[in-house]
């Protein structure tokens, strides 16, 4: 055979199984990652789809809760698995702040997996004490460029897109205050209702009873437009800090080359479910904002949020692990 004739022969061997697999995909149970545990946002968000795309795709859909080394345990499961579509990974945020922090993952994240769909998007707050001594950010960012290095501004663990982001509230504001990680968020509320420190920066969901309890008070939401459930509250831009906006999202991701034909048919499956109103009330009730969309979508959050915190350690100096 002819050297031509028998490379051409090869490659269509190695594309053969892609193209059954897409054609009798799925015939078995299909298995989603969460580097979470059970019972948080990410978790419930990834059940709650998980529950519709088996009713669409006619197959079970497992979760598989694997936390720990923010992401990258669960991260480095997918990224081994086989390109079938059988093993999908929730990305988020938090995917982006670990190939932006970590030295050395040991996968690429752009390179080692093939976004599916987004799934939902979610707000950060800056808040005070209701009795604190700031009525709105303006009063935050105006003592603290009276008061350098004087404001302490919590978040809840290093390394996490909230303490990210408190940084880029530093650059975004010119202004010198001290950002102060807690261990989780329970303890940024108990030092913010305890005085220990000014003002805090979080997820609003799990924030969200202590405002609606006056015990704290909303100062700003960090993404580009007010919240769905704190309409009230301005943006960071709106209140004066025009380079401030960071929200927080999810989504889906298999292994890199994944037949399309299957990336389609999940993403179609994921679409189905956001669509469907049990299940966004469900994810509303959390504070979540279902975000359909494209499997190039997903990428260009994913890619736009790598750069966006690169950016971010970079003048903030924060020392990369």
Known sequence: ???????????????????????????????????????????????????????????PIVIENKPGAGGVVAGQTVASAAPDGYTLLLISSGTAVSEALFKSLPFDTLKAFAPVAPL?????????????????????????????????????????TQHLAAELFKSAAGIDLQVVPFKSTPDVITALRSGQIDAGLDILSPLLAQIQGKALKPLAVTGPKRSRVLPDV????????????????????????????????????VNAA???????????????????????????MLRGDIQRWNAVIDKAHVARQ
């Open 120 to 160: 939902a998007t979610f707000d950060l707050v800056i808040v005070g004490a209701e009795n604190g001594r700031f009525a709105t950010l303006g009063d935050l960012v105006g003592y603290a460029r009276q008061n350098p290095g004087k404001v302490n501004l919590g978040t809840p663990n290093l390394g996490t």
């Open 274 to 300: 956001l669509a469907d109103e049990g299940v966004r009330k469900k994810l509303e009730t959390l504070n979540l904002d279902p975000h359909p969309g494209t499997p190039t979508e997903a990428a260009q």
């Open 1 to 59: 055979m002819h050297r031509r004739q028998l490379l051409a022969a090869a490659a269509l061997t190695a594309y053969l199984p892609a193209v059954w697999a897409a054609k009798g995909y799925p015939n078995k149970a299909i298995r989603i990652v969460v580097p979470n545990a059970p019972g948080g946002a990410a978790d419930i968000t990834a059940r709650a789809v998980g529950e519709h795309m088996t009713k669409t795709l006619g197959q």
């Open 234 to 269: 301005p943006t960071a831009q709106e209140a004066g800090v025009k380079g401030l906006n960071a929200a927080s999202w999810n989504g889906l991701a298999v292994p890199a080359k994944t037949p399309a034909d299957v990336i389609a048919r999940l993403n179609k499956a």
